[in-house]
């Protein structure tokens, strides 16, 4: 039986959030000083109605908005959206006792995102449905996407007929799909087995439609043509499925700050370095050290700081930071150092950074919390906070990335 809810403000993932019987309710699509009616279930509330709107609703661009899952807050008027998303970074801070003027947040625009991931699924009528980013429920057949480049929205159809040869398997399954300048870079995830017939199928579609790479499980079935994106100048050929910034303009602003930051800096630490967005661009300044776990993506940035000119010299690691970071003496070797973790953070390495003498550090991080918690550690080691930029990769969505740049004094010895 539904309910009547006072939508009170937005939840940290963008859900509108009402009390009921002294008890916080989370309702998707709605916005504060809105009264809606929902269906309540534990903690959560299915949204029926919106009986008083809020000014700040606006009419969502995409027909799919509310049933696929991977976007939270079209229906927010563009504004306030950039001043919420700011303001989780602004709150994980706070809760952390740092005080600093966060930066009006990056903006990220319609229609940049050149890497997403679809779930598949086989249906009882024997066809692959459709596909959901990650964090929905059902998976809706896309018929349209605001969020991804041109290229991936209009590509929608040739992904189903894909899925449908891939597919061995009753489980959902993933498409991890990337722009590249040389085409399509597509991953299969979790497809099922694969007979010869099946990769024969997979082949044709692929040189048929132009795809660069295709890849199962991570072993690659076709390759057409490599697979390029570029870090500055630097052209790269990164692995199957590896990780890449979800749109350039956010990588590039990242770069950018990270940049301007380390400008003084004649050698330079890369830590979490993946494919060398960082590092193959600070090169062209300073001698850089990266330092990645993954050996495709440490090898595929090898490659291209080979095939460039014009940079200084560059070395690589292979080493898990998380049981094995860097210590204090090794990071003295430097005087600049940006270090961009996977969510988890990077609490033991910045620990260690705290401890050292490198007077210019960029933290680059996809979770609030997790920064906050790892600056607050830098701070109480000697380091001066001297800006924290939220930037927008992610349109729609709770999640925001941020770059914060620190000084620390370095003691004469």
């Not at 949204?47 to 609703?57: F, H, P, Y």
């Not at 740092?98 to 024997?126: D, K, M, N, W, Y």
């Not at 996407?145 to 929608?156: D, E, F, G, K, N």
């Not at 330079?268 to 050290?289: N, Q």
Request: aromatic share 6%.
């Amino acid at each position: 039986m539904s309910s009547r809810f006072h939508i009170e403000r937005l939840g940290a993932q963008g859900d509108g959030v009402a009390r009921d019987e002294g008890a916080e309710v989370f309702i998707p699509f709605t916005l504060p000083g809105e009264t809606v009616t929902a269906v309540r279930s534990g903690d959560r509330a299915e949204l029926m109605a919106v009986l008083e709107s809020s000014a700040l609703r606006v009419a969502p661009p995409c027909r799919h908005f509310g049933t696929c899952g991977g976007c939270a807050l079209q229906h927010l008027q563009d504004q306030s959206y950039q001043a919420w998303k700011r303001e989780r970074v602004v709150q994980a801070l706070r809760a952390r006792k740092i005080q600093v003027e966060v930066e009006p947040l990056v903006a990220c625009q319609p229609g940049s995102r050149r890497r997403a991931v679809f779930t598949a699924r086989h249906t009882e009528a024997g066809l692959p449905r459709g596909f959901h980013p990650p964090l929905s429920h059902g998976i809706v057949a896309l018929e349209e996407c605001h969020v991804v480049v041109p290229q991936i929205a209009a590509a929608l159809g040739m992904l189903r007929a894909l899925a449908a040869l891939a597919c061995n398997t009753r489980k959902p399954f993933q498409l991890a799909v990337t722009a590249t300048l040389a085409g399509f870079d597509i991953a299969v995830r979790e497809a099922g087995p694969m007979d010869e017939k099946r990769r024969r199928s997979l082949i044709d579609l692929a040189i048929r439609e132009g795809l660069a790479r295709l890849s199962m499980d991570g072993e690659v079935v076709v390759e057409p043509k490599k697979p390029v994106v570029t870090f500055g100048s630097v052209v790269v050929s990164p692995p199957p499925g590896v990780f890449l910034q979800a749109t350039e303009a956010a990588e590039a602003a990242m770069a950018g700050l990270v940049a301007s930051h380390l400008l003084r800096a004649k050698r330079v630490a890369d830590l979490f370095s993946g494919c060398g967005s960082f590092a193959l661009r600070l090169a062209a300044r300073a001698e850089v050290h990266a330092v990645e776990s993954d050996a495709e993506a440490l090898a595929a940035l090898d490659r291209g700081f080979r095939f460039a000119t014009g940079l200084k010299r560059v070395t690589v690691e292979r080493r898990d930071l998380f049981r094995r970071p860097l210590t204090v003496k090794e990071l003295d070797a430097f005087d600049g150092l940006v270090f961009d973790p996977p969510r988890a953070g990077a609490e033991d390495q910045s620990k260690q950074i705290a401890r050292s003498q490198v007077p210019l550090v960029a933290a680059v991080s996809c979770n609030p919390a997790t920064l906050a918690r790892d600056l607050r550690i830098l701070l109480d080691g000697g380091y001066a906070l001297k800006s924290v930029t939220p930037i927008d990769q992610f349109l729609w969505s709770p999640h925001v990335e941020a770059v914060a740049l620190l000084e620390k004094p370095r003691r004469r010895r």
